[in-house]
């Protein structure tokens, strides 16, 4: 085997190192604008989603300017307007990292549309509240009544007649409890404005 | 050995999964559905060809004392360079497949096949080996993806096709455990089994 000196290896790996670091470096800069538009037009359209406007990745940024207008629900508190609806943004942990979503609410603040996304849930398991049928599960659901804020949460065999109980997701009960967590922590600081209409 | 033979062998009697045991634990996290395990096939693929290559036109200058650390700088730049263009061309794949991506860097299969074969030999047998193997893997994956999609929730590629059996109004149920990680190796093994029971070649006395 041909031998060599540690001058060479040193300089070898410099090189090396030194062209991967210029490779990822262009790669990097050359397709970020790209990648950021991407970014951008899949939040416009899990916005739309959660609204009930179907959007494919071209017509969505048209839809958006159309139809969704950012406002305030109070201090801190922002929130996108279609209509008479408000939609909501949603941000929390499942098992394995970050998860988000958005909920939109009618006039009487009832859910009518959700959606939701994640970064690393299991797929088929966790990764299921990223489905269409996942979402549709809260339709209808509301986290206030007479009493104030109740959270809606997922359980286990939810009862049917409860408007803030949701049927959780067979084995993805990590991911469950997550959601569970995010709809409480990112909902209630919106409780003053949706329980208006009981006083 | 022909290159097309190189091509062809490792999608039977020399597998890099059935045969060889590598890339075991990929084939474990992203077989649950079978179209991230599509993308994934693809993408290993694709990363193994052009790492076998380059490390075999690098091969007469890499002192051996770094090789594995050489090996491993050029796989996780390719690695990158696939996430970043999934990113940026493939928007909805790239969310599907997630941390997987990142994870080609420690499969087996490559690394393996960059120390056994790239290292030795000149560029287009060594591209010819990386793409068999590419496919190789590729084969197994999709043979677990869809025994765990459509067992596990009666699903292929996402569309429910179960459901249009009529299978479950006369008590047919999904196996929720075919979803789990475990069925996954309980599935490779089975087709381990039935590889060699098939193929007296690869029998160990």
């Known amino acids: 085997m041909k031998s060599y000196s540690n001058r060479y290896v040193l300089i070898y790996s410099a090189v090396l190192l030194g062209a991967a670091a210029l490779l990822l470096s262009v790669v990097a800069v050359t397709l970020r604008p790209r990648q950021q538009h991407n970014e951008d037009v899949g939040r416009k359209q899990m916005i739309l989603r959660a609204a009930g406007i179907v959007s494919t990745a071209e017509s969505a940024e048209t839809l958006y300017a159309e139809n969704i207008s950012e406002t305030s629900l109070g201090e801190g508190l922002p929130a996108y307007r279609y209509g008479d609806k408000h939609i909501i943004a949603l941000h929390g942990k499942g098992l394995w990292g970050p998860i988000w979503g958005y909920m939109c609410f009618d006039k009487e603040w009832n859910v009518c549309g959700a959606v939701f996304d994640h970064k690393g849930e299991t797929p088929g398991l966790g990764g299921n509240i990223a489905t269409d049928e996942f979402a549709s599960r809260f339709i209808g659901k509301s986290c206030v009544d007479s009493t104030g804020f109740v959270p809606i949460a997922l359980k286990k065999r939810a009862s049917k007649e409860s408007r803030h109980e949701v049927d959780a997701i067979s084995g993805g009960t990590m991911t469950s409890n997550g959601v569970s967590e995010m709809l409480r922590e990112c909902l209630e600081p919106y409780k003053t404005a949706m329980t208006k209409q009981y006083r | ?205």
Not at chain 2, 181 to 197: C, D, N
Request: aromatic share 6%; charged share 10%; hydrophobic share 50%.
């Open chain 2, 1 to 205: 050995m022909k290159n097309r033979q190189l091509i062809v062998m490792p999608w039977r009697d020399n597998n890099p999964v059935t045969v060889q045991v590598l890339g075991i634990c990929s084939c474990l996290a992203v077989t649950a559905q079978l179209k991230p395990a599509v993308v994934m096939a693809a993408s290993v693929t694709v990363v193994t060809a052009l790492a076998n290559l380059i490390i075999s036109l690098m091969r007469n200058s890499i002192p051996p004392r770094i090789r594995i650390i050489v090996q491993l700088v050029v796989v996780s730049t390719l690695v990158v360079i696939v996430d970043q263009v999934l990113r940026a061309y493939f928007y909805d794949v790239s969310k599907q497949l997630s941390v997987f991506v990142g994870l080609i860097i420690t499969n087996c299969i490559v690394m393996g096949r960059l120390e056994a074969f790239a290292m030795h030999n000149p560029p287009v047998p060594a591209l010819c080996d990386g793409i068999g193997n590419g496919i190789g893997y590729s084969i197994v994956l999709v043979i677990v993806g869809t025994t765990r999609e459509l067992l596990g929730s009666g699903c292929l590629w996402g569309v429910p096709v179960v459901e249009h059996t009529g299978l479950y109004n006369i008590g047919y149920e999904d196996n929720g455990l075919m979803l789990m990680p475990p069925m996954a190796l309980i599935v490779v093994g089975l087709l381990i089994w039935a590889q060699r029971s098939k193929n007296k070649k690869l029998q160990e006395s």
